[in-house]
Nanobody, 114 residues
Framework: VQLQACGGGSVQAGGSARLSCTAS???????MGWFRQAPGKDREFVGA????????DYDDSVRGRFTISRDNAKNTMYLQMNSLRPEDTAVYYC?????????WGQGTQVTVSS
């Protein structure tokens, strides 16, 4: 399974951006997720989605500002990011997990300027 993330860029604080993650194949049992890694920091969890039920979960730092959704027909997961803050600056990665097997996208940079 290959994951392709895109949609990153530069945005001012308070602005919005949407990332997308398109998979070469999706199976209903997949758990999908977004992670991010800021310079000098460890990769951290942002949010997750169960593909079958579309249940979502978020880290406290983004809850209420970020929304994960999916488009079944396009095998694509989205991360809508609103009210962006400079501390949201990071490389964002999408990932899929299937019974212990993990697949990762290549990452896309999001830079939020104050």
């Amino acid at each position: 399974v290959q994951l392709q993330a895109c949609g990153g860029g530069s945005v001012q604080a308070g602005g919005s951006a949407r990332l997308s993650c398109t998979a070469s194949a999706i199976f209903s049992q997949y758990h999908m997720g977004w992670f991010r890694q800021a310079p000098g920091k460890d990769r951290e969890f942002v949010g997750a989605l169960t593909w079958r039920e579309a249940n979502t979960d978020y880290d406290d730092s983004v809850r209420g500002r970020f929304t994960i959704s999916r488009d079944n027909a396009k095998n694509t997961m989205y991360l809508q990011m609103n009210s962006l803050r400079p501390e949201d600056t990071a490389v964002y990665y999408c990932a899929a997990e299937d019974y212990g097997l993990e697949y990762w996208g290549q990452g896309t940079q999001v830079t939020v300027s104050s």
